[in-house]
């Protein structure tokens, strides 16, 4: 006998199955198949089955089955818990994009309307040099200003937010890492799910693409950190000892991924742990 | 295949992702999708009316709706859920096209819902390619052929494609599947082949 969408089929004729998409979707669900005896549904052979009238009809069935199991399922991915994670991290990091060019061509605009602006104002931090680019330019230019630093205000506000969020979606990550840059490291797997079935070896190097890749192809010396690099005990460690932090940090982070993953709350034993042993890695003798 | 004053065009409703028209027919932008490279490079293969597909990784559903342009049924396979939302949009407005959310690594899901088929058209980004579409040539029919657009560049950043393709091939003739064809896509796709290939029927 073999089992398809709208029934079972068997020597004997056709057993239509009775009922709507979800009961159908229910159905499917159960069934199980192995390639080696299944025999693929063949519309030709169909004479036997007479739960349709024509292909059109069979065809119409199908496809209202369809849409109702790609809405489900499409339903089902966004409703995981890091899915909004992503977005809003995403969103983040493209608002400093957005910030950064946008303060960028002002400060050219500026240099215009004001040929004496010295070039030692350059290094001032944005927040000190807006508010003095605020002072000359026409309405239109104050308007821009305004703007860019609004921009920096929704991003602070962003920022705590998606710490908070990272903290409960990915407690052990946040904890060994800091929510932000541990939203990071899930944005740049992809998911959640995908973080945690990655090796440590992985996470160490997720978001330093090129280097990785031109070290594969060309030799070049294959990166020693990627996304983790922003985490205070990666940049800040001794040149010599940066590499062996990176890589005890990344190794833990596979353990604290599969954590989040699998028992969604923080384990304080693990992390204990493993906050001692990313520290010794970054003392040097 | 359609062509018109030598630009490669289906039969069909436009404005699915503002392809252009020329009298009343679809562009098919070669740089855009890989089976249209295929037919610009001389593709002999061609799709008919009363052939049913089975598309795996159907993404956006750009190269799907030229599919159904030409062809009777499309069984169309996206597994990624953002993708499968443009794929659903244009499946609604084309009745012969099904759209499938699941992963083409794991036939046994989705088999229920298919039919035999006569073309198996593949054109995913996985190191797997070629394994996934051995997994799914239980679906074709006697006779079917597979078109698979092979990514050597997924398969391995590190090795010369032309290598990759070399071991894709073999590994095709060890599950008794005959090449008929391969070609270079270039220059509409940088490092892809398309491959022909047909199961040995028994």
Redesign the interface.
Known sequence: MQSYWFGDVDEHGCAPYRGGPEALGKRLESLKFSPATFVPFDWRDAGTCSFTHDREEYIRKLRELCFYLADAGITRQYESRDAELLQMVRTLDQLDEVSNVLTERALEWHRTINPAFSRKYMRLPKQKLLPMMKRGGSPAFRQVINEIEQLASVRTALMKEVSRRADDVVPNCSALLGGLVAARLVSQAGSLATLSRLPGSSIQVLGARTALFSHMRGGTPPPKHGIIFQHRRVHNAPKEVRGKVARVLASKLAIAARLDQYRQEIVPEFIEIAQTTIDNAGRTV | MIWVENVLVSPGEGGVYGERMMKEFRVWDPYRSKLAAYYYLGGEFELHQDM?VLYLGAANGTTVSHVADYAG?VYAIEFA?RP??D??AV??RR??V????ADAAQ??RY???????DLIYQDIAQPEQVTIAI?NS??L?EGGRMLIMLKTRSID??EIPGIVLERSLAALEAARITVLDTKWLDPYHKDHAAIVCSPVSD
């Not at chain 2, 099904?98 to 959310?101: A, D, T, V, W």
């Not at chain 2, 088999?111 to 088929?117: G, I, R």
Request: proline content about 13%.
């Open positions: 049913v049924t859920p499968m939302q794929l659903v499946a609604r009745n012969n099904i759209p499938l959310m036939p046994e088999a229920p819902l298919l039919e035999v088929a997994r239980i679906f029919r950043t590190a």
